[in-house]
């Protein structure tokens, strides 16, 4: 089961000084600053998804990425921009794809498939996905005979078929172009039983990877009603990817069903988006202790400007908690100053929380000293620390460290229960025999 991690140009500075807060005068930010895989100096990924919308943008709107960057991305190739031939172990695998849901609201997708293929050939992807239209909507009842065609709406159906028409030219594209990277086709669906009928087409176009698209706002069960169907027609030798799904305990039951890929930032992003899951353990998460910079935290400086804070007050009561943090850190004073030291603060910037006893968890527990990833090695209590980029970014690349060990000890415990399977039937079989 390989875990793509979608770029989104997310780095990390390494001359960050935690305590000054300053930055090397000299810093160059695409040649200093680094990739998840750089800044923890391991592979926690299989390999990096980058959408040609991050890129190069979509209706005349800027991308992620600057117009420097845009060009040598297009110059270096995508192996030396991210400096993935650095990395040791297996070689990380390269997956472009359009960026659909950035244009979901559009009537069709902005990208010709020659454009498509010019930015995957261009760059040197490995893997490129065709061009596809996402179908934000979900309907089990569709699939009842009764109800027939007409229950579906015509947009639903409509954007089937202009991903499955895509695909074919996508494919028929690659063929006459000689393209060097592996075509894999989109089968976007609004039921179990539509998914299962895009992916019966897109086999019958020639494709021998399907990705399947649209599942992100989608609950366990219906991802997996669809994925059994769509596994009921899937041929022998294909297999499956699942764009932006997360669901680290079913990855052996999507592995039943054909599922050899899928990507996600959720594991980066639930560092700083999530209001409680902000630091993964193995077995748990914790909150983030927050301290927010008085001149860059945009709602504490509205607050200031409006009089309803004191700028004064703020800064010394910032300053105590980081303070106090560190001594805590450090075995010189106890949880109940810090968590004093926080809740000072708390009340100054948020009064509408009292996030006292998830904090005190957080300290009690002290997860940062019992991680062995670089990034907590390197920074301690800084890691936990909700403030800033620098301190954000790294806490999610922490994450993407315990996730991709979570995801080898699902993958181990459902082999571990399909051998015990095999040796119970084995058995079964030997007694029957008998």
Not at 22 to 35: A, E, I, K, L
Not at 301 to 328: H, P, T, Y
Not at 362 to 381: H, S
Request: charged share 30%; hydrophobic share 35%.
């Amino acid at each position: 089961m390989r875990f793509f991690f979608p770029d989104s140009q997310d780095q990390v500075d390494p001359s960050f000084d935690f305590v000054t807060e300053q930055r090397s005068p000299h810093r160059v930010r695409q040649r200093d600053d680094q990739y998840a895989h750089e800044a923890l100096g391991e592979a926690v990924y299989s390999g990096l998804l980058v959408s040609k919308a991050i890129v190069d943008g979509i209706g005349g709107g800027a991308g992620k990425y600057t117009l420097a960057q845009r060009s040598r991305l297009y110059r270096e190739g995508v192996r030396e921009f991210f400096r993935l031939n650095r990395v040791a172990g297996p070689p990380l695998q390269t997956m472009g794809d359009c960026g659909a849901f950035s244009y979901v609201r559009e009537e069709r997708p902005p990208f010709s498939v020659d454009e498509v293929i010019d930015f995957y050939e261009g760059c040197g992807f490995d893997i490129g996905v065709s061009v596809d239209h996402v179908i934000l909507a979900y309907d089990a009842q569709a699939d009842r005979p009764l109800l027939g065609a007409d229950s579906v709406p015509a947009a639903w159906r409509d954007r089937q078929e202009l991903t499955l028409d895509l695909a074919a030219d996508f494919l028929r594209a690659h063929a006459s172009r000689h393209c060097r990277f592996e075509p894999m086709g989109v089968a976007q669906g609004w039921s179990p039983g539509s998914y299962a009928r895009a992916v019966k087409k897109l086999q019958d176009i020639g494709f021998g990877r399907i990705a399947l698209g649209g599942m992100v706002p989608l609950k366990t069960k219906e991802i997996l009603d669809s994925l059994r169907e769509a596994n009921a027609v899937r041929r022998p030798g294909v297999t499956f990817h699942l764009f932006g799904v997360t669901r680290c305990e079913q990855v052996g039951e999507f592995q039943q069903y054909g599922v050899a890929s899928f990507d996600s930032t959720s594991p980066f992003r639930q560092a700083f988006k999530d209001d409680k899951n902000n630091y993964y353990a193995m077995d748990q998460a914790f909150l983030a202790l927050r301290v927010p910079q008085v001149d860059g935290n945009p709602r504490l400086r509205n607050m200031i400007r409006s009089g309803e804070v004191d700028q004064r007050l703020a800064m010394k009561l910032e300053r105590a908690c980081l303070e106090s943090l560190r001594r805590f850190d450090a075995g010189g004073c106890e949880t109940a100053e810090a968590l004093g030291a926080l809740r000072r603060y708390e009340e100054l910037f948020d009064p509408t929380h009292d996030r006292s006893a998830e904090y005190r968890r957080t300290l009690d527990a002290r997860p940062w000293k019992d991680c062995d990833c670089r990034i907590c090695r390197g920074i301690g209590i800084d890691v936990i620390v909700f403030r800033g980029s620098d301190r954000n970014k790294r806490r999610g690349f922490h994450n993407l460290h315990v996730f991709s060990r979570r995801l080898e000890r699902e993958l181990e415990s459902a082999r571990a229960t399909r051998r015990e399977a095999r040796r119970s039937d084995g058995a079964a079989t030997t007694h029957r025999g008998h």
